[in-house]
């Protein structure tokens, strides 16, 4: 089957599965009852995935969903989130809060991307597994794995040797978090999920330059270029490194997949789009899309990270996961929306 038809034939499928989970209160993954009406809290929900996530469950029908920005909880206070959860008491928390940033970021600020991750997951998860929480999904990074890792790469290879030494900070906090999570799954306190995507792209991501992705931070270029009329834009490194790039609602459809069907139990779960590419090849389709016919050129001073990273997705594969959205329809609509956010801001 053609990867167009593989997509009709599970869009098909996990919508009439949807329904009956929805509609019958049938049992989800690990015994855990997963309902229209079960209360459920997205934490980070103005953050790229997390809004994906909040979109997801609306389209899906669920009507007791509680959110809270950062001025109403701060994840990084205790005492905040330990009331917070005696007072609300969710069924299924998503925890999709964390301060995230691309590889400047991660270099620069490696104790803060530990400390503060660390201090959002403990006091998440903490307060959760307190109050009565019976699924957690715990969203991680494929920065998990080891820097020099066979590809595509596999879940079994979590742990193998060292990470990459740019985002270590912000691997040893995520690995942290998963392990607590599977740790309380274990000892019967609820169902985890632990879900790992590729990098990511979408409404909500951020285009500081400081601290953006990859393909955010291209998008913002090649967008200003041709709007300022600049004739050369400079990237990063030798442009030859290779990157796997999902658009987030595309991971939300996995993660509430796996929030009604998981059979890994805590085991982590890849996401991802199937096929890499190479820097110098993304650059060329944003520069195509966005109008750019100047000329690129490439910084070497400047780190490329790890040399490949594609995820192995048969696990996500095997519950029915294949992405929706193409990569040059999502970059295509990328740009717009930087557009839109460029206008507002007056840039």
């Not at 990459?164 to 169902?191: F, H, Q, R």
């Amino acid at each position: 089957m053609s990867r167009s038809g593989q997509t009709l034939f599970y869009q098909a499928w996990t919508y009439v599965e949807r329904m009956f989970i929805l509609h019958s209160g049938c049992w989800g993954s690990g015994g855990v009852i997963i309902n229209i009406n079960s209360k459920i809290f997205v934490a980070g929900h103005n953050g790229m995935v997390g809004s994906a996530i909040l979109r997801g469950l609306i389209r899906d029908g669920y009507k007791n969903i509680i959110t809270r920005s950062r001025s109403e909880l701060d994840l990084l206070k205790q005492d905040e989130v330990n009331v917070f959860f005696g007072d609300e008491r969710p069924d299924v928390v998503f925890l999709a809060a964390a301060r995230v940033g691309g590889i400047m970021a991660n270099m620069t600020n490696q104790a803060a991307f530990l400390y503060e991750n660390l201090q959002i997951q403990n006091n998440v998860i903490s307060a959760a597994s307190r109050n009565g929480a019976k699924k957690f999904v715990f969203l991680g990074s494929s920065c998990i794995y080891p820097r020099d890792c066979p590809q595509p790469i596999k879940e079994e290879y979590f742990l193998t040797s060292p990470f990459e030494p740019t985002n270590e900070g912000y691997a040893i906090a995520k690995v942290a978090g998963m392990k607590l999570c599977g740790y309380l799954a274990s000892e019967g306190v609820w169902d985890s999920v632990t879900v790992i995507p590729c990098n990511l792209y979408g409404p909500g991501d951020n285009f500081d330059e400081s601290s953006s992705h990859v393909m955010a931070a291209l998008v913002k270029r090649f967008a200003d270029a041709v709007s300022s009329g600049k004739k050369t834009v400079v990237c990063w490194g030798t442009g030859n490194s290779r990157r796997e790039f999902l658009h987030v609602d595309d991971l939300a459809r996995a993660v509430l997949m796996l929030m009604n069907n998981n059979v890994f139990g805590s085991e982590p779960v890849n996401i991802g789009y199937g096929q890499d590419v190479t820097i110098k090849e993304l650059a060329g389709i944003i520069a195509e899309k966005s109008g750019f016919s100047g000329d690129i050129v490439w910084d070497r001073s400047k780190p490329d990270g790890m040399v490949q990273k594609l995820m192995d997705t048969e696990r996500a594969r095997a519950i029915g996961f294949v992405p929706e959205i193409s990569l040059e329809d999502g970059i295509e609509s990328f740009i717009g929306e930087y557009r839109k956010v460029a206008a507002l801001q007056g840039e």
